[in-house]
C-alpha cells in the first residue's frame, strides 16, 4: 500500500482531468447554477412588478425539463402509438422521431436575452431605420383585460421587421412567445430566437405526429397563460394586402381551452409601413408560382454595409413611417358563447376583420392609393387629402404635413411616382411596387371619395 507506482506523464494528466471534470459536475457546477439560478429569479420577480402581464413560471422552466414533460403527455403517447401502427416501425422509433419534434420546437426562453439584449436591440433598430409610430382603437379595453387571462397578438405580416417593430413596443406587456417559420432555424440566428422565447413550427408539415408534438406544446403554453404572438396569414404579404388566414394555430389554441377554464384573449394588431424593407423581393415573388422567396446573404449584407456607410457620411435618412395599433380585443369565452357550431372559421373571420379595421393610414401607401385613384393630383391637394384622411383613420396625435411630404419624396426618389410640375402620377417604372403599397392603405372607395369631396369644397370655398 505504501510502494511507489509509477504512471506516464499522459496518464497522470488524463487522471487529472477527469478528476477536475468530475468535481466540477458534482459539486462545483451545481452550486454555480444554483446561485445564478438564484439570482435570476429574483431579477424576475422584480421584471414582473414592472409588466403589465407577468412572466409565466411555464416560460422560465428548463428546456430539458419542458421537453420531458411534452414527449410524456398523454396526447403525445397516443399520437407515437398511432404513428407506430400506420407505418409500421416500433413504438421506441416513433418515440424517438417525437423527441426530436419536441426538441426542434420547444424554445429556451432567457429574460437576460429577451430584455437585456433582444428589446434594446429592438428599439435601437426600429427607431434607426422608421419614425414610430403607436396608436389604439381601445387603449382601455386593452387594460381591462383579464390578468389572468392568455393573451395572444393576431398581426398582420408585411415584413421581418414586423418581429423587431412588435417586441418593442410591446416590451412594457409581457415577453412575447412568436411562432417562426423555417427561415429562422438557422445557426447563430436560431438560437438567439430560441433564447427570446420563440417556438419553431414547419408550416407544410405532412406529419401527424408533428403536428400533434406542436398541438401539445401550444396547449401547455396556451394553460400557462403564456403571451403569445401569431401571424394567422402564415408569411409575408406578397401583394400589400391582407391574405387568408392559416387555422392551424388558431385550431390549437382553441383546443386548448375549455369554457370554464382559463379565458384566452385575441388582440388585433394591425402594422402599416412607409416602406418595406423587402418590397422588392415580395413583389418578384408574387409573379412567380412559388410563394417562397430566397433573399441572398450577400445582397443583405451588401444592404447592411451601404445603410452603414450612408450613416458614416452624414447621408443616412429613415425609411418613413412604420406604425402599429391595437384593435378591439376579443374574448375566446364571449364568443365562443355566440358562435358554438362554426367557432374556429367564425373566429377566424373576425380576427382578420379586426385587423382590417385597425390598420394605421401611412403617407406612401395613402399617396399611392391616392394617385392609383385619380392618376394626377397637384401634391399640395394630396398632402392635404392625406392629413384629412388620418384625421379619420383613428391617430390620437396626427403626422404633420413634413413627415406626409417626407414619405411622398421617398416614392419619387424610388422612382414609384413622378413629379411635374408639382403634379403626382405613376412613373410607369415601378408600377408593381405602385399597386403593393396602394393594396396596404386602409381605404374603401367610398371613404375615398367622401374625403375628396370635402377637401374639393373646402378648397373651392377658400
Known amino acids: 500500500m505504501t510502494q511507489t507506482v509509477e504512471l506516464p506523464l499522459w496518464l497522470f494528466l488524463l487522471i ?5 471534470v468530475t468535481l466540477a459536475s458534482h459539486f462545483l457546477f451545481p452550486s454555480v447554477r444554483w446561485f445564478f439560478r438564484r439570482r435570476l429569479e429574483r431579477a424576475v420577480k422584480r421584471l414582473n412588478t414592472r409588466l403589465q402581464r407577468p412572466i409565466q413560471p411555464f416560460k422560465l422552466a428548463r428546456r430539458h425539463d419542458m421537453i420531458q414533460r411534452l414527449i410524456y403527455d398523454p396526447q403525445v403517447g397516443q399520437a407515437v402509438q398511432a404513428h407506430a401502427r400506420e407505418t409500421g416501425v416500433p413504438e421506441a422509433v416513433a418515440f424517438e422521431q417525437a423527441r426530436r419534434f419536441a426538441r426542434e420546437i420547444v424554445p429556451s426562453f432567457s429574460a437576460v436575452a429577451y430584455f437585456s439584449i433582444a428589446i434594446r436591440m429592438a428599439r435601437m ?22 390578468p389572468d387571462a392568455t393573451v395572444v397578438f393576431v398581426m398582420n405580416h408585411r415584413s421581418n421587421m414586423d418581429y423587431v417593430l412588435v417586441t418593442y413596443l410591446a416590451a412594457r406587456q409581457s415577453a412575447l412567445s412568436y411562432a417562426v417559420g423555417e427561415w429562422a432555424r438557422v445557426w447563430p440566428l436560431s438560437r438567439l430566437i430560441r433564447a427570446m422565447g420563440a417556438y419553431f413550427i414547419r408550416r407544410k408539415s405532412g406529419s401527424e405526429l ?25 408569411g409575408l404579404s406578397l401583394t400589400g394586402a391582407l391574405g387568408r388566414p392559416k387555422l392551424g394555430l388558431l385550431k390549437y389554441i382553441i383546443d386548448a381551452t375549455v369554457p370554464a377554464g382559463r379565458d384566452v384573449v385575441f388582440v388585433p394588431v394591425a402594422l402599416n409601413y412607409d416602406r418595406v424593407l423587402e418590397d422588392t423581393i415580395l413583389t418578384k415573388a408574387a409573379l412567380g408560382n412559388e410563394r417562397r422567396f430566397r433573399a441572398k446573404i450577400g445582397v443583405i449584407a451588401w444592404w447592411i454595409l451601404k445603410q452603414v456607410g450612408r450613416r458614416l457620411v452624414g447621408r443616412y435618412e429613415r425609411f418613413g413611417v412604420a406604425s402599429v395599433r391595437y384593435g378591439q380585443p376579443i374574448s375566446l369565452q364571449a364568443f365562443r358563447a355566440d358562435h358554438e357550431e362554426n367557432l374556429m372559421t367564425d373566429l377566424a373571420r373576425d380576427l382578420m376583420e379586426g385587423i382590417a379595421e385597425a390598420i394605421p393610414l401611412v403617407p406612401g401607401a395613402a399617396a399611392c392609393w ?18 384629412h384622411l388620418q384625421q379619420h383613420n383613428g391617430y390620437s396625435v396626427p403626422m ?13 426618389d424610388r422612382r414609384i411616382l413622378k413629379r411635374e410640375d408639382g403634379k403626382l402620377s405613376s412613373s410607369g417604372q415601378r408600377v408593381d411596387l405602385l399597386d403593393y403599397y396602394a393594396a396596404s ?19 373651392a370655398g377658400s
Do not use: W
Open 370 to 387: 391616392i394617385v392609383r385613384e385619380k392618376g394626377e393630383i397637384s401634391q399640395t391637394d394630396a398632402v392635404a387629402l392625406i392629413d
Open 16 to 20: 487529472l482531468v477527469f478528476a477536475a
Open 125 to 146: 433598430l426600429s427607431n434607426a431605420f422608421y419614425n414610430v409610430r403607436l396608436s389604439y382603437m381601445d387603449e382601455k379595453a386593452l387594460k381591462d383585460i383579464d
Open 210 to 234: 408533428y403536428r400533434q408534438v406542436l398541438a401539445c406544446y401550444v396547449r401547455h403554453a396556451t394553460e400557462a397563460g403564456v403571451t403569445q404572438a401569431m401571424f394567422p396569414e402564415g
Open 441 to 459: 392603405a386602409p381605404l374603401g372607395g367610398k371613404q375615398f371619395d367622401a374625403a375628396l369631396a370635402k377637401e374639393n369644397s373646402a378648397a
Open 400 to 412: 404633420d404635413r413634413q413627415t406626409i411630404e417626407s414619405g411622398i419624396q421617398q416614392l419619387v
